[in-house]
């Protein structure tokens, strides 16, 4: 086509209103554009087929976290935004509502920043629409009253388990927001239902929603930390070389720093993403007066999205039911005789800290189900806490205060390391612009040696070969042998440095 021809044909378009000079319509007759949507599509596409092949917990918020990172940053200029807001508004309502709390996320603030608003809208008038047709204002209106009570436990405990709680009782713990659009619904059904839980924020996401963090505490919940971004399996990321310890510092030091700041409290409680610490990191939370608060239930809010289950009342109950094959601690196997659930002791079976997260949809729909469930059947919620419950002083915000105040150190040389456009990576390299240790002279430096990254991929290898282990017992017991010679050279290297 000759470049009158083209001329010719865009006036033809742009008199039906179908092309405009300067807008981005332009990008649809430029091979660039055609280029980077076709990228665009496949790596969405790939990321969201990995989400779905997840294998359990760990995988999935790895792979949903790769997909943040993709949208956060999906290319070099402003062809890869317009791109994927261009995709993005033509998936399906469920499956925006999906990836919903990626969009309302700082991390696509820049690359959504074109389409945010019309992607939001379509979410909520899908989600309207689909709580008129269930009726969910009735369910939450339904809810009944659960026993309650707020138990103190003993002031010495490093961490917070099960273990404070007796047969039927369960402490309710939210990870990951705050979340304008979910977590508000979240403390409306709590409070219809007369109890209070933990919430685990992101210090990112708490300074991004000082308003919802001051909900939080003034209805009586726990407001702990939950790093400031949520890197992924720290301690194994640490002993396979793929991060810095220092990283992990600076998710712990800076998110508890940062939901403090978002309201000047924050209660005495850490919890560890995907719950991965080695022995090093558990003991600097302890150093910093901090309680490792875990949990023993998994909701598996996280899976059972729009995306894997579309139906709504199906979803609903499938996760009701998944979590109270969870809670009673029985072997569960599926019809293809997989194991979802192993069975747990007896000592934890009925009962727990069951976690849930406030960032997701599925969640808000499933929650007043799930109370209910708990009324019916003779539950007590209970909320494990400190001696002095409310009226903590967060020394470690203290001492930091002071430290960064008389060194005129800011909040952004504490923060993990980020790309340009804020983008959280995993770095094997990063130090951080400020010394933790001096910051924090409690701190003692880790004594675990990381294996490296080839150690770890022959670890893999031998969870691969142990599906048949009989066929592959020689190549397991060399790979075996490989990995402890390595590990015992670098850890007498690691002694003479």
């Not at 059972?304 to 609903?316: A, H, L, N, W």
């Amino acid at each position: 086509m000759t470049s009158r021809s083209i001329k010719s044909l865009l006036s033809v378009l742009a008199v039906a209103g179908l092309y405009s000079s300067g807008s981005f319509a332009q990008n649809v007759q430029s091979t660039e554009y055609l280029k980077e949507m076709k990228r665009i599509k496949a790596e969405y596409s790939k990321g969201m087929k990995q989400i779905a092949a997840a294998k359990n917990g760990n995988e999935w918020d790895e792979r949903y976290h790769q997909l943040q990172g993709f949208m956060g940053s999906p290319g070099p200029s402003a062809l890869s935004n317009q791109a994927l807001c261009d995709h993005l508004k033509t998936i399906d309502a469920n499956e925006l509502e999906y990836v919903g709390s990626i969009i309302e996320s700082d991390a696509t603030s820049k690359s959504l920043a074109g389409c945010r608003t019309a992607l939001l809208n379509k979410i909520q008038f899908n989600l309207k629409n689909r709580h008129a047709s269930f009726d969910m204002e009735s369910d939450i209106a339904n809810i009944r009253p659960i026993a309650f009570e707020i138990r103190e436990v003993d002031e010495n405990r490093d961490r917070f388990s099960y273990e404070g709680l007796g047969p039927k009782e369960v402490m309710l713990s939210f990870d990951d927001g705050p979340r304008a659009s979910t977590t508000p619904h979240i403390l409306d059904m709590l409070k219809k239902a007369g109890v209070k839980a933990a919430f685990f924020n992101l210090g990112s996401n708490a300074l991004s929603n000082k308003k919802l963090v001051s909900r939080v505490l003034e209805e009586g919940h726990i407001l702990g930390s939950h790093t400031f971004t949520h890197t992924l399996m720290m301690a194994s990321k640490v002993r396979c070389g793929k991060i810095s310890y220092d990283q992990f510092l600076a998710e712990m030091i800076s998110g508890h720093i940062g939901v403090y700041n978002a309201q000047n409290y924050v209660d005495p409680f850490f919890r560890f993403p995907n719950g991965d610490a080695d022995s090093d990191m558990r003991r600097n939370v302890k150093e910093l007066g901090l309680k490792d608060f875990r949990w023993n239930a998994d909701s598996h809010d996280w899976f059972y999205s729009p995306g894997v289950i579309s139906d709504y009342e199906k979803r609903r109950q499938t996760i009701l039911r998944t979590f109270v094959m969870e809670l009673k601690g029985e072997k569960v196997v599926d019809n293809t005789g997989h194991v979802i659930f192993q069975e747990k002791p007896a000592s934890m079976k009925d009962r727990g800290i069951v976690l849930f997260h406030d960032i997701h949809q599925q969640t808000v729909d499933t929650l007043p189900l799930i109370l209910n469930y708990l009324a019916d059947n003779g539950y007590k919620v209970v909320l494990l806490t400190s001696a002095n419950y409310r009226h903590e002083r967060s020394t470690v915000v203290e001492q930091a205060d002071q430290y960064m105040h008389s060194h005129g150190i800011s909040m952004s040389q504490i923060l993990p390391p980020r790309t340009a456009d804020g983008q959280v990576y995993d770095s094997s390299a990063f130090k951080a612009k400020v010394d933790f240790y001096s910051l924090m002279p409690q701190l003692t430096k880790p004594e675990l040696v990381p294996v490296g990254p080839e150690v770890c991929a022959m670890e893999a290898q031998v969870r691969a070969l142990q599906v048949n282990s009989r066929q592959n017992a020689d190549e397991i017991s060399r790979l075996k042998k490989q990995i402890a010679d390595t590990i015992r050279i670098r850890t007498a290297n690691a002694s003479n440095e």
